[in-house]
Every structure is written in C-alpha cells, then in structure tokens.
C-alpha cells in the first residue's frame, strides 16, 4: 500500500506546544484487580491572536481522580495537567470553517499529544503506563454552543425586561408632565 500526502496543506496546524503544569501522584488504593471507570475532566480555552487572525492559542486543563481515590473510580492516579497549543489555519480559510475546526480539531489534536505525554510520564510508575481515557470533543462543543444560547437568551431576556420597565417609567413621566385639557 502506497501513502500519498495531499498537495494541500491542511486547513488547520498547530506550530507548537508546551506543558505548563504536569502533577500526578500514583494512588497506593488502587486494586488492578478491579475495572477503572474514572471520569476524566477536560476544560479547555480558546483564543484568537488579534493580530494575526489565523493564529490561535488553547490552553487545556485535564484532571483525573482530582478529589484523590475512590473505589467506584479506582482511578491508578490523579492527575493535573495545563497543555497549551499555537495553532494556525492556512490563508483562504474562511472564519465558518476556523470556527468550527477549532474548537473540535484544535482540542482533539492538543489532547492527542497529552495523552502521550502523560503515557510516557507514568510508564515508569508504580502502576505501570496509563493512556488518558478518550473525549468526544464533538460532544463538548455541543454543550459549549449551548450554554452560549442559554447565556444570550438570559441575557435577551434581561434587556427586554429593562426596555419594558424604561417604557412604563417612560410613560408614567410623559403622563405626569402633559397638561390636561
């Protein structure tokens, strides 16, 4: 089988990548005899350089067993990690498709790379090599797009409550101030 690379670069890159914060700490509970169903905890921050707007940072905070051990988790360690990524879309890359892309593929590629990092962290460790869970950045997306609806829909919501209550006073003043006749 032949791998070709396409002539046209992908929309989306990222240039480069550090770890600001690694902390793990094997927990001495854990029973390998026993399932890990740890709940993994991904918060991630998206911003556009304002410069050069096809620039982008993300900043990704995984934590995993954060509140230490517990036996329905059984988590092998808790971890807490900060990743940052310089990512960048090619030129011609229309902002629809950078909106989209970034906040799935950006996230997605950045956590790719901590996984491994955290896989070659810990493949010295008491309890031997652990590869993060996977995430459906799909799924966070959604969630994200609608905590903003619901956030402009209170917000919506606000405004036309004090334009009505500005109207009331509005007319109350306006009655108050015409002559009769």
């Known amino acids: 089988m032949t791998t070709t690379t ?56 995984i934590q995993l067993a954060a509140n230490g051990y517990t036996a329905e988790e059984n988590a092998p360690y808790t971890v807490d990690m900060t990743i940052i990524g310089y990512f960048t879309f090619t030129e011609g890359t229309t902002e629809d498709v950078s909106q989209k892309m970034i906040y799935i593929n950006g996230p997605a590629i950045l956590f790719g790379i901590a996984r491994g990092i955290m896989g070659q962290a810990t493949g010295a460790s008491k309890h031997g090599q652990f590869v993060l869970p996977t995430v459906n950045f799909v799924e966070i997306e959604k969630a994200r797009l609608e905590r903003e609806k619901a956030t402009a829909q209170t917000e919506l919501n606000e405004a036309q409550a004090e334009l009505a209550e500005a109207q009331q006073i509005g007319t109350a003043e306006h009655a108050a101030v015409e002559p009769e006749k």
């Open 6 to 61: 396409p002539s046209q670069p992908p929309p989306l890159d990222i240039q480069r990548y550090h770890v600001e914060e690694l902390v793990f700490r094997a927990l001495r509970e854990y029973d390998p005899s026993y399932k890990t169903a740890s709940a993994i905890d991904v918060d991630f921050d998206v911003q556009q350089d304002e410069v050069s707007t096809r620039d982008y940072r993300i900043s990704m905070r």
